[in-house]
């Protein structure tokens, strides 16, 4: 809000970060606002931030949910999905755009699909960022991580949001018993050492 935007501010943060969705009911069942009304905030927040003395080179972060599954809606179109990034990518100009794979459904090949294609619109590689969460109930969990990652390494994709734990998850539309964990250090450095490897063996 933008009520804790200018405490904030005031408090000398100078790095924000904005959550979105690709979906209309996950939106509003998180913030209580629909995509639109969401849009409008954080344009109103960005010119807040821009704006102030008090801000220094600021970096700002949005985080899309939803991106290729949501857990009201299911399969969500990935031309819509593709024009919402390049969109919050041309009209917002953030440091960062994260895309969230909230319910750790997001395959290799959906994966290149999107990525591609935003980067077709205009969206820079380097700019992207990943937040997944880990199905550990599915027997290629791993394998799809690692293609996913060594596809965002080679095209330098490498910032990730991770977690010192195996623990977290949507607890907003998820039931606690399906909650999949965010992507850990540990698991990160497991694939990190597994994409050099691969590279060594192919030197």
């Not at 804790?4 to 913030?31: D, M, P, R």
């Not at 008090?54 to 857990?71: E, F, G, R």
């Not at 596809?151 to 039931?175: F, H, N, P, Y």
Request: hydrophobic residues 35%.
């Amino acid at each position: 809000s933008m009520t804790k935007l200018k405490l904030a501010i005031n408090s000398g943060c100078n790095n924000f970060s904005f959550i979105s969705s690709v979906s209309e009911s996950f939106q509003f069942a998180n913030t209580n606002k629909t995509i639109q009304q969401t849009k409008a905030e954080i344009l109103e927040m960005m010119y807040e931030i821009v704006s102030c003395p008090k801000t220094s080179n600021p970096k700002v972060k949005i985080y899309i949910s939803c991106i290729d599954h949501c857990p009201k809606e299911g399969k969500i179109s990935h031309d819509f999905i593709v024009d919402e990034i390049i969109y919050y990518n041309e009209v917002f100009k953030p440091d960062i755009i994260c895309l969230s794979d909230t319910c750790a459904s997001l395959t290799y090949e959906s994966f290149i699909s999107i990525v591609d294609e935003a980067n077709k619109g205009g969206v820079p590689y380097h700019k992207l960022s990943l937040h997944l969460h880990v199905d550990n109930s599915k027997p290629d969990n791993y394998s799809n991580l690692q293609k996913i990652f060594n596809a965002s390494t080679d095209r330098k994709i490498t910032q990730w949001d991770l977690s010192l734990l195996e623990t977290g998850g949507c607890v907003m539309t998820l039931d606690n018993s399906n909650i999949k964990p965010n992507l850990s250090y540990q698991l990160y450095y497991r694939l990190l050492l597994d994409y050099i490897v691969s590279k060594s063996q192919t030197l």
